[in-house]
């Protein structure tokens, strides 16, 4: 049938953007509604409308105010996740993060953006110690994860549009605890969080060349919100052992890595 509403036609192109599209109005801040058994794992949107949160657990698509338009549970651990060319694709590990023997189970899985139904799965056995984030560029994608506590550097694996193993790259970011948890490449440079205490944010350009290491907190996720600007996440734990999500504006600063951007200019 040929009668598709001019709306229809419209969302539909909307989820052909490849990556974080900029062409939307920059995200303010917006909090996801409910709470979730596991905590915040990382973010991505489609630059317009939709945000997708990874709660390890849990999948959630709210819109841009926070309102939960689907959700479903998923198998631990569902890490940090990107969207790309209208589907959303999540770092997974079913074995063990960190581990010197290498026993981890990594994956990609993917999901329909509105449904959150899986509609493929692809292994990276490559990520050895874990596969924890993902983020997309020029049609390959590159995965990040796990570190075992003796490893000076963190490893980005590159597959190509049909997850081949590429190569790995190697940042020489001396090290950090349990390696990278979220990635995002956006105005010409990688942003990576880290855990610690404090956490820590790496920028590298394009090739993986460090640009600079902070104490920043983006370890649950980091995603482009428009030309110099990016969003970073935000979770806390309830009393009842449950886990809330947040999403701040923030814009690159070069003594701080990224700062908050406290209003947004309309």
């Known amino acids: 049938m040929m009668c598709r509403s001019l709306s229809g036609w419209a969302a539909a192109l909307l989820l052909m953007v490849p990556g974080q599209a900029d062409g939307g109005e920059p995200f303010d801040q917006v909090r996801c509604e409910g709470t ?3 905590h915040l794992q990382g973010i991505c ?3 317009t409308d939709s945000i997708w949160w990874s709660f390890t ?3 959630v698509r709210t819109d841009r ?3 939960v338009l689907a959700s479903r549970t998923v198998k631990n651990h569902h890490g940090d996740l990107c969207f790309h060319e209208g589907r959303v694709y999540v770092a997974v590990n079913y074995g063990r993060f960190n581990d010197p023997q290498k026993r981890a189970d990594s994956w990609v899985n993917v ?3 509105q449904t959150l139904e899986e509609t493929a799965r692809h292994p990276v056995p490559e990520v050895v110690y874990g596969a924890g984030g993902m983020d997309a560029r020029d049609g390959r994608f590159f995965v990040v994860g796990g570190l075992p506590a003796d490893h000076p550097e963190n490893y980005v694996y590159e597959y190509d549009s ?3 193993f590429v190569r790995r790259h190697t940042i020489d970011s001396g090290w950090t605890f349990l390696g990278i948890q979220t990635a995002a490449f956006h105005d010409g440079s990688w942003w990576f969080g880290c855990y610690g205490r404090p ?3 790496l920028k590298t350009d394009s090739d993986f060349r460090m640009q600079g290491r902070w104490e920043f907190d983006c370890s649950l996720g980091i995603v482009g919100n ?3 600007r990016l969003l970073a996440a935000r979770g806390k734990r309830t009393a009842a052992g449950r886990h809330s999500g947040l999403v701040i504006p923030v814009r690159p600063d070069s003594e701080h890595g990224l700062i908050e951007i406290r209003s947004l200019e309309k």
């Open 162 to 164: 049909d997850f081949t």
């Open 36 to 38: 979730y058994d596991g």
């Open 57 to 59: 657990t849990h999948l």
């Open 111 to 113: 999901y329909d953006p």
């Open 226 to 228: 428009g030309p110099g």
């Open 65 to 67: 105010t926070g309102r």
């Open 45 to 47: 949107t489609d630059g």
């Open 199 to 201: 956490a820590v944010l």
